[in-house]
Each structure stands twice: as C-alpha cells, then as structure tokens.
C-alpha cells in the first residue's frame, strides 16, 4: 500500500507496520509516537540482540569503536532500502508521507502496540460522543466536521451539514452580487478573532487562497491599537464594501470585543451602518450571537460547543472565510480532500 516500483519484500513485521500506516499515517491527528528515548538510546537498545545491521534499524547502524553508540547511518543503499520500506503514499491525493528518518525499530513498535492498540480504542469511543471534558460534560468532535457520518447521532449530523449547506448558499450569494452592501457587492473580508479563530483561517487563506480572490481578507487578530488603526486605514474607502466577520466561540473574548468596538466606531465615523455588513461566527445565545440577533446583522453562523478553537478550522471559523475566497468548486474541493484525508 505504502511502496514505490522495485521495492523489496516486506520484512516479518509487515503486520504491525501495515497497523502503524493504517491507523497513523492515514489518521495523523490522532495520534503522535513519540520515542521514550533518543535515536541513540534506541539504537542501543535494538543492538543489545545483534550487532548486525539491518534493514529495519534507525538511522544508526555500526557500533563505534567496539561500544554500544550507533554512528549515524549513512550508507545510501540501507537509507534507500529503509525510505522505500516505510515510505506512504497515497495515490487520490496525491499525498506521501515519509517516516524513514525517524528514529524508531521493529522491536520499539512492537512495544508500541498495545499502547497503541489502548489509544486507537480510546479514539473510537471519542468518535461515539463520549464525554471528554468531564468538568464541563462536553464531547470533543472536530472530527465530525470532517466526516458528518462519524457525528453519533442524526441531530448532530444534520447540524453539521446544514451549517455547511448555508456557508456555502451565503458565500455564493456574496461572490455572485446577490448579498451586497448598501454601498454596492463586497469587495473585501475583514475578520476580527484570536487564537484558533484567527489562525485556521490565516493558514487556508495564504496556502489555498487565489492570487486574486473574489473578496481580499485581513485580520485582527490581537488587541493592538495601532494593529488595529491599521488595518482599518488600509482599507479606506473600501471599508463600505468590506464584509466584518466576526469570531468569539464563547461570544465574550475580550481582545475579539475590543476589535469589533473599534471596527464599529470606525463605521460610525465613516456614516456606515455595520449590522448590514457585520458576519457573527459563535456558539448559538452567546453574547455575540445575542446582539447579532438583536441589532440585525447580515448572517450568523454556529460555533459548536464541542469543538474547540485550535480544532475548528472545519466549522464555519474556517470553512466561511475560505468559500468568500474561492468559487464552489475549489471549496467543495477543498472539503473532499479534508473528508479523504481523515478517512
């Protein structure tokens, strides 16, 4: 599964390197190895048997000066032998994932195993809904946002999809001219969020982003003033086209709340009414949420409860700005290869 053309036979422990493929490589977020102990305390470890090199040792593999210390390896067939022999590939996405330099052996996943066998276990509970955040009585469900089918129960799924269903009337909605400013289409994106709400969406929008999108973005993303004074001076006059989204999970982040009173006095003094430009992304009666409502903004969109900010890139937080910036088909494109990948 995970080779390249004129690889050798797999060695005996195929089995448990085809469970590490499977279920790491494959599901990379939800589960890192991490070696008790270094490149070289491995290498002692796995020589104390044999001092004969071989194929499935880390990088180290000849004994210096007759100790237990491997020198690093460096002869190039056993560093080609090693990268074809854990090399993953994934043909559909065209992704490879290369693990040959890392410093673990045969016997350390063999270790592994029931550890990992314990954590694959623990995973799949989590998937079920189980409760995570005792203190809180809360389920962690980020992955659900990847793969709707994972949610356990219907009430869960159908929000997740009717969330995504709406981002995506919206930003068309948006790009095309049908939702306009009162001062004409939208030009430019301003979002306003910290932390988790702010890096998903800085990430997508420099890696997948058009050199020309339909709408320009910027952030703020702190709590600076003159960070703040200069974004909106950059905007100018396009501050009347420009669509403010607007990102708290628990709707009352300080720092979030100091930017949007600042990019709301700048409305007022500017003539603009902010509530028909104003986006909120936040958990459903927070505070934000509440005063969206209240004073009329233009969309609100759930933050789920069981999803934290580091992890919401697959919510609204990330999937809204990243559709404001693409036509329907990358979008669609892009939530295929999340969906792909997390399977």
Partial sequence: MASISGAAAAPSSAACRLRLRRHILLRPSHLRLRAPHSIADLSRSSSSSSSAPTRA???????????????????????????????????????FVDVSRMGFTEDFLRQMEPRM???FAAMRELEKGAIANPDEARMVGHYWLRDPALAPNSF????????????????????????????GRFTSILSIGIG??????????????PDN??????FIDNTDPAGIDHQIAQ?????????????SKSGG???????????????RDAGLQFSKQGV??????????????????????????????????????GLLPAALQVNAFPFFLYVDFIHTLSN
């Avoid at 988790?196 to 982003?209: I, K, T, Y």
């Fill in 57 to 95: 040792q880390p990088l180290g593999s000849r004994p210096e000066n007759g100790g237990g210390v491997r020198a690093v390896e460096k002869d190039p067939i056993k560093l080609w032998e090693r990268y074809v022999e854990w090399l993953y590939q994934h043909k559909e996405l065209g992704l």
């Fill in 117 to 119: 066998q314990r954590a």
């Fill in 156 to 183: 869960l799924r159908s929000k997740i999809e009717t969330t995504l269903d709406r981002i995506l009337a919206f930003s068309q909605d948006v790009v095309s001219g049908k939702i306009q400013s009162p001062s």
């Fill in 196 to 209: 988790g709400s702010a890096l998903g969406p800085q990430f997508v929008a420099e890696a997948l982003a």
């Fill in 213 to 218: 999108p339909p709408l320009k973005i910027r």
């Fill in 235 to 247: 905007l100018g006059p396009e501050l009347a086209t420009t669509l403010v989204i607007v990102i």
């Fill in 253 to 267: 982040t300080p720092e979030t709340r100091n930017g949007l009173l600042e990019v709301q006095k700048a409305f």
């Fill in 280 to 317: 909120a992304i936040t958990q459903e009666n927070s505070l934000l949420d509440n005063t969206a409502r209240i004073e009329g903004w233009l969309a609100r969109f759930p933050m789920f409860d069981w999803v934290g900010g580091r992890t919401s890139e697959m919510s609204a937080v």
